[in-house]
């Protein structure tokens, strides 16, 4: 698979593709910027949220668990010139199934693994 960049001719922001799929990738407009789309920070907290529920939907599917509401709150902050991303941490909430998920922490041990990422399990059990 392939991923790309290009900016727009002139201008900072960029239209990121992968296959068919594509996103606008821009600074914001009081940080130089036009204001369009995503910021890196934005789109990388979003790829951590988004690969944290798949996995999940993953995980519950091979363990015979019918989940139907994942939902991800990722925190963390950029400080620093240049900015450098903190620690990052997020909270899960999962809702449905046919048998109780509450096995959601073993589901993380990958990323809890990680040293910079912390890991809390909120189960919701509707």
Not at 10 to 27: N, P
Not at 54 to 74: C, H
Not at 112 to 124: I, S
Request: net charge positive; hydrophobic share 35%; glycine share 14%.
């Amino acid at each position: 698979m392939r991923w790309k960049f290009r900016n727009v001719v002139g201008e900072t922001a960029a239209i990121g593709s992968a296959g068919q799929y594509t996103l606008v990738v821009d600074r914001p407009a009081d940080g130089g910027g036009l204001g369009l789309g995503f910021n890196g920070g934005q789109l990388l907290y979003l790829a951590i949220g988004g690969c944290v529920s798949k996995d999940l939907f993953r995980e519950a599917s091979a363990r015979g668990i019918n989940l139907t509401t994942v939902r991800v709150l990722v925190r963390g902050n950029f400080t620093g010139e240049p900015a450098v991303s903190e620690d990052v941490s997020y909270e899960v909430e999962l809702g449905g199934g046919t048998r109780r998920a509450s096995s959601c922490k073993s589901w993380f041990r990958m990323w809890t693994q990680l040293p910079r990422f912390r890991t809390q399990c909120v189960e919701a059990h509707r």
